[in-house]
């Protein structure tokens, strides 16, 4: 059963500390992202990843750190600098990167941080 | 800043009627994807449209895309209360990496 998994689903911390997000794909994807999104809104491109041990900065990269050790997971980290992290975060690979390869997303993972 | 905006950004319909959600994008593209999400949920890929097509189907969905206006348009005919989704258009970057979203809009079916 292929697919992309993301764990947890709902994820509660306390400001100031750091929290990881997993992300898993079985898909034998290159390419691998995470995006954030707001109530009501888009989504925003936090980091993105084509190949083990490379990544690169999206839009809104501040306070978040990845890391790419492995082909199938691309977890990613909300640090205590990212100011307003309470949000829906979404993981997604594609075959390549580029602009035409359809994304498939996991599940999603609510983080609330009071 | 966003590449597509679609318009409306929310739309209430009735079973059975059909759905028009459009898009817009700034610079030259080559690929436009639309897609959906249920609430809570992540995205699923719905259809591709390349730059060189003018219209594309899928069971109960059409695409168009016109080029020379920027825009596209998503046609969801006879709709469903399980249609009640938010729909985004997805377009390349100007450099063909990325892909980047629109703010979508949220369809609501009435049953």
């Known amino acids: 059963d292929g697919g992309i998994t993301q764990s947890p689903k709902y994820l509660f911390r306390k400001e100031g500390q750091n929290v990881t997000l997993s992300c898993e794909q079985n898909?034998?994807?290159?390419?691998m992202y995470w995006y954030r999104q707001d109530p009501g809104q888009g989504l925003r491109l936090i980091y993105y990843?084509?190949?083990?041990?490379?990544?690169q900065k999206g839009d809104i990269a501040e306070g978040y750190s990845v890391s790419r050790e492995k082909k199938e997971s691309f977890p990613l980290t909300v640090t205590s600098a990212q100011k307003n992290p309470t949000a829906f975060y979404l993981c997604?690979?594609?075959?390549?990167?580029?602009?035409?390869?359809?994304?498939?997303f996991g599940p999603g993972t609510r983080l609330t941080v009071t | 800043s966003q590449q597509g905006e679609e318009d409306p950004q929310a739309l209430s319909i009735q079973e059975g009627e059909n759905a028009t959600m459009n898009c817009s994008y700034k610079?030259?593209?080559?690929?436009l994807q639309w897609y959906r999400q249920n609430s809570g949920r992540g995205l699923v890929h719905l259809i591709l449209?390349?730059?060189?097509?003018r219209e594309k189907h899928s069971g109960r969905l059409r695409v168009t895309l016109d080029t020379s206006k920027k825009s596209s348009s998503l046609l969801i005919t006879a709709s469903r209360a399980a249609d009640t989704a938010s729909y985004f258009c997805?377009?390349?970057?100007?450099?063909?990496?990325?892909?980047?979203f629109g703010a979508g809009t949220r369809l609501f079916v009435k049953a």
């Open positions: 997805a377009t390349d970057d100007t450099g063909g990496f990325k892909t980047i």
């Open positions: 990843s084509q190949i083990v041990n490379d990544f």
């Open positions: 610079t030259s593209i080559n690929n």
């Open positions: 449209i390349r730059s060189n097509e």
């Open positions: 898909l034998n994807h290159d390419a």
């Open positions: 997604a690979s594609s075959m390549l990167l580029r602009g035409g390869y359809e994304q498939y």
